[in-house]
Nanobody
Framework: VQLQAFGGGLVQPGGSLRVACAIS????MGWFRQAPGKGREFVAG????????YYADSVKGRFTISRNSAKNTVYLQMNSLKPEDTAVYYC????????????????????WGQGTQVTVSS
């Protein structure tokens, strides 16, 4: 299983940033984030077979998942960024198809890559 997140950085409030995940051998993948002093939070996810992504309410309409044609790179385009989006962002995966009711649970994803820091600050 390959998981490598990259592309984080510093961006001003209202700005945009795209992070990416190099990924292999997955049936379901998810983006999670963890801010300092807080627990991990589901951000977005998508299944290998299927084009319907899933988003947390806090990012819906601002973040978009996409991937390349080989499905081995998954992107998270983040627009209208807010200071509260500051966190370490992790890409995660499971070799099984995670059912919809469990998509937002970190326990559904056995594989976690090293995160990438996203900082939203002026």
């Amino acid at each position: 299983v390959q998981l490598q997140a990259f592309g984080g950085g510093l961006v001003q409030p209202g700005g945009s940033l795209r992070v990416a995940c190099a990924i292999s051998d997955y049936a379901t993948m998810g983006w999670f984030r963890q801010a300092p002093g807080k627990g991990r939070e589901f951000v977005a996810g998508i299944r290998y077979h299927g084009d319907n992504p899933y988003y947390a309410d806090s990012v819906k309409g601002r973040f978009t998942i996409s991937r390349n044609s080989a499905k081995n790179t998954v992107y998270l385009q983040m627009n209208s960024l807010k200071p509260e989006d500051t966190a370490v962002y992790y890409c995660t995966s499971s070799r099984r198809r995670v059912i919809t009711s469990q998509l937002r649970s970190g326990d559904s994803y056995p594989y976690w890559g090293q995160g990438t820091q996203v900082t939203v600050s002026s």
